[in-house]
């Protein structure tokens, strides 16, 4: 077996809700903390793809994450480069970019294309059964990496493994199946069938031609975002309007469901997709009466139960097979055999119109972030921590005054005309109308207390006049 | 019968924790609405004794809640007096005190005793059934309320009905016993056994006479801490070396158990005292899946339950037969059927030191309220809201700065030697170690939100200098 260079190629765009309250559209799950690790799975997945046989990561993502995403990469000092999809695409568009790209710098890239929201715990397996796709994926084949099932799921979808393969548990692969009822799940699982996760190895140029050859459309108009791309401070921005032409559309649906080339490796890792809150608890650590606590809890005589909470104190008595979730401003409670309703239940709390079915209350943003910590009638007030040589944007609001209280660091002010410098347990103020900017010239972060005043507090009454982010 | 004029003595100073994390030694479950009247019970109580045949009420509550009693009743445009608790006591010593002080102002009252935690809903059994007991007690008995048991719940004390007295359910009362087990209980509703409600319609002088008799020492602690009663504001402020002599001990231990005087009215109207959670689920009004909802909720097949939220959204699905209580710093989830056992569950909050179990994010002062909104290492942010004509003692704290954003209304603040108005959508900084006062000169309520700084933030940096509240 050859040793090839492997480019990672991270499908970090998605924006799911079946994690909610904890993932939002704003921030999803990929890069939340979700385990005890101390690290979001998009990480956790960078680190996994860390060193040879891996080269340099490319990672896809919207280009509402491109901020949180940096700040991930640069924790962890990791390079790569960041693509920016302008709008959501399914995974097809995805894969076409990063085989592009890969191939415009390694012309003879293997890519392995990983979602960015699965645990794997077996790193070393996992490396291991990379390079192992990777070597047959050198020879023209598509590798899908198949799940050996624990259950007769009906939330995956399914491959047939067909003729072997050299290396251990590779063949070729004879059909995908969409996701199944129970009985023919049991079906399945009786002839070997595998789950399919979703990540696969190919290289650069077999994925292109059989995008060519079975979904040319999605293959031009990637390459013309690509050809397109503006490099914006560190981020590759496809062009919108050729991206937009890209149908929406998974891999599995545009090429693997209709190639000859695909094969499939039997994974010799542990995986979960973490696709609800009951796969959480199962995959997390769990204490000996089967709980997996996370953050300020009590919970006496209970069991088998996940209870996460962001801050407030969560207690619990008594209960069994539950799942509750509290975040500052939402909570959760379903049985674990519930868990995968709660998409659902988020559909219902959009229509409603309810905020927190899409944003968090702290904001990221690329300087920092910004969190509501009180509302009232004419009022609200926020908490706001701006990076060293963060810097918002010049701007002006035409309904309210604001007050800023520095309680650490230093702020530097634009007010119209003057710039000035404002340190910790100091104040000023911004009258209605005016043009301010905030930055930190510091060392340290800025946190600063807002309390905005006026008859309308909402994030849109905002003018834009200049901004280092290119939001203007 | 004659008709007698009938003396409300409400017992306001408990403290449970029964329904934490709602009710706090800070805030019992007395003073907080916990049905959708918009009142607390302590409220609905006072309006089922108002009017004829009922007169002025008497209060007897810990010193602690004395502003918000005197806010709740001032809300009703209820006068009555409020006896001030030096420190916490049985019901013994408030029967005793207001019995003494029922006497003081008509020489035969008849004393109606009531707990402040309780439900009823029909108003007018009540309110006859009281008559009726008061008839009875006018010729020198003293009556406990009755309830005709809806199930042998072991939570209650049982009374046994002894010879029939003139009035309709209406008997002499044969002995009291303690809470039984179930099957013990099963018995008495056998043997028409009724529980004991802990409310008692007696005279003044059979009551003191029977104390006389029974409880000497409480009579006498009881009699001095009247004697040496102050008026402090609206408030009758019990002796604190006297009133520190009587006994810790119930009314039904320290008489009721040995008099011969006591009869039993088996009441003709519905009652809860609302002892856990499940009770309240038990008595509020349900929806058709049989769910009681209080705030912002969102829950799918869910059924039985009690789901209730101050703030922040409060989702469910498919559970059943739970409780789920959010407040803005605390949750608790049980089963309904686990909800007796809340109390336990705060005893632990409290041997792990944690302030949620005694003290609400909210707290009651008598100008007003504030609530702690954000807490870093160096600093703090709090909601003040200072009544129209509130006050706060002038002070001065050693570690922090303060400042003041007013956002609603008029503040005027005392520096040092120097008195100025600040207007909404104004600001001034305190200075650490500056003298200050704030008070609300208008006519709405003043909203201000203060930001601290300084290397230490509690509440007990803070060096009273005057006070109009006397808390010097």
Known sequence: M???????LLMAGGAGTRLWPVSRDSMPKQFIQLLDDGLSTFQATLLRVKGAPFGRPIVVTNQEFRFVVAEQMQALDIAGDIVLEPERRDSAAAVAVGALLAQRQVPDAVVVALAADHVVKDVEAFRADCAAAGALAATGLIMTLGIVPTEPSSAYGYVEPGEPLSGKGASRLSRFVEKPDQATARGYLERGFLWNSGNFVFSAETMIDELERWAPEILAGAGAAVDMATSDLDFIRLDPSAFGTIPKTSIDYAVMEKTGQAGVLAASFDWSDIGAWDSLHAVAVKDEAGNVLQGPILAIDTTDSLLRSDDMLLTAIGVKDLVAIATRDAILIAPKSEAGRVKALVEQLKAQGRPEASEHLRMYRPWGWYQRIDLGARFQVKRINVKPGGKLSLQKHFHRSEHWIVVRGTAEVTLDDTVSHVHE????????????????PGKIDLELIEV?????????????????????
Do not use: F, M, W
Request: hydrophobic residues 30%; contains cysteine; proline residues 5%.
């Open 2 to 8: 050859t040793q090839v260079s492997i480019t990672p």
């Open 425 to 440: 347990n100091e104040s000023i103020y911004l009258p209605i109308g005016c043009k301010h900017r905030l930055a930190n």
């Open 452 to 472: 905005q005043v006026g008859s309308y507090t909402g994030e849109d009454d905002i003018v834009r006049l200049e901004d280092v982010y290119a939001r203007t």
